[in-house]
């Protein structure tokens, strides 16, 4: 009996130790389970985001796609032909000229804006139908663009030395007409049209035409005639128009044009292809000339048709600057150098001269140097003696120099 009971115990014993294990492994199954599952959730949201990041890519790529492809559209497309305007005849119906020569009777979308298409517009034209597909901006030179242009040069009257006279008569013929117009109207004559400004180099030519600018605040357009010298034929012409045009857009505007004898100069009966393309850019120039600053240091060569009245109502001399003149011209450049208590500017002006403005500004800034090269904090006497020697060597070499090629020539 009591083996009995002890086998009965033994068994029970044995069960509970075989459910405990089993309970075991179960708990074993269930946390892993748990981990599998919380992996494969941490999976599936990574993917989600893989193919949320896949979709917006897809999404770029289909873009830059469509963009490349209406790029490669625009490069097979035909070039257009560039044409102007002629005549407006009526609606969406009007006359052109293209680059290529001959005129056209062309038709123009409605989409454009009729205010801008008016004759002398630049427009593109379609290839094969030859219509108007775009109004294009004006036409403008890089070399009207690239010009000098200040709308206030800083250079005023005070700041040019020795040209009292030649200040006055630039104030009446620029300034008045500009701030006092009703003086002309009481006496019943016209303002003066234009100014030709002529002496040697460096005698302040330019400056008078920038300072007149800085006073009637007034755009400064400089431009060297030689520029308007150009190969082909015609190219001269539509230059001086444009700088013109470019006048008018920034009005109030001064056009100086500096050595003009070189379209100016006089025409002759016998001459080449190249003289006769000169003269046709010196007549567009006679057209258009009105209100201008011209400059030149030959004034014998000019051709007459130029001279006359109502182009260059005055003809203004900037002659070498006299004792007086150049020792105003150097208290002008000597004002904020740090000179020598010896430093005589009275004696400067004696040993110049002959010597012009761009002259003795060369003179200072020598001297400077000098006082630079000697580590010196002043500029003595001794400085401008070696910096006159030195300009006025560089004038004889430079005769020397325009003799020989004289010469050799």
């Not at 999976?43 to 897809?58: A, C, F, M, T």
């Not at 005070?158 to 006496?187: C, R, S």
């Not at 006048?247 to 006089?266: G, H, M, R, T």
């Amino acid at each position: 009996m009591d083996n009995i009971n002890d086998l009965e115990n033994s068994s029970k014993e044995q069960l509970v130790e075989k459910v405990e294990s089993m309970q075991e492994e179960i708990d074993s199954l269930k946390e892993e389970n748990s981990k599998a599952k919380s992996n494969l959730m941490w999976k599936v949201r990574k993917l989600e985001k893989d193919k949320v990041l896949i979709e917006n890519e897809k999404i770029r790529l289909e873009r830059e796609t469509k963009s490349l492809r209406s790029e490669v559209e625009r490069f097979r497309s035909p070039p257009l032909v560039l044409a102007t305007i002629t005549e407006v005849l009526d609606d969406y119906r009007m006359t052109v000229k293209s680059s290529t020569g001959p005129s056209f009777l062309v038709n123009y979308s409605k989409f454009l804006d009729e205010k801008l298409l008016v004759p002398g517009s630049r427009v593109a034209l379609n290839q094969q139908t030859f219509g108007i597909v775009e109004v294009l901006p004006s036409e403008k030179d890089a070399n009207v663009t690239g010009m000098e242009i200040e709308t206030k040069p800083d250079i005023t009257y005070d700041k040019i030395g020795g040209l009292e006279e030649q200040i006055v008569e630039v104030k009446e013929t620029v300034e008045l007409p500009l701030k006092e117009p009703e003086l002309f109207e009481k006496i019943g004559i016209d303002p003066p049209k234009g100014i030709l400004l002529y002496g040697p180099p460096g005698t302040g030519k330019t400056l008078l035409a920038k300072a007149v600018a800085n006073e009637t605040n007034a755009t400064f357009i400089k431009i060297v005639a030689s520029e308007f010298v150009k190969k082909y034929i015609g190219e001269g012409a539509r230059l001086v128009r444009e700088v013109f045009e470019l006048a008018k857009e920034k009005a109030p505007a001064i056009i100086f044009i500096d050595e003009l004898d070189a379209v100016a100069a006089k025409r002759l009966k016998s001459s080449t292809s190249g003289d006769r393309e000169v003269q046709r850019t010196l007549m567009q120039l006679l057209a258009e000339l009105d209100g201008i600053i011209g400059a030149t240091n030959r004034p014998d060569i000019l051709d007459p048709a130029l001279l006359r009245p109502g182009r260059f109502d005055r003809f203004i001399e900037v002659p070498l600057p006299n004792d007086d003149g150049r020792k105003q011209i150097l208290k002008i450049h000597t004002k904020n150098m740090a000179l020598d208590e010896e430093a005589d500017l009275d004696l400067l002006s004696s040993l110049t001269d002959g010597l012009s403005g761009a002259d003795l500004k060369a003179v200072c800034t020598e001297a400077g140097m000098f006082a630079i090269r000697e580590k010196r904090d002043r500029v003595t006497v001794t400085d401008f003696m070696d910096a006159v020697e030195k300009v006025l060597d560089k004038e004889h070499d430079d005769e020397f120099i325009k003799e020989a090629g004289v010469m050799f020539a």
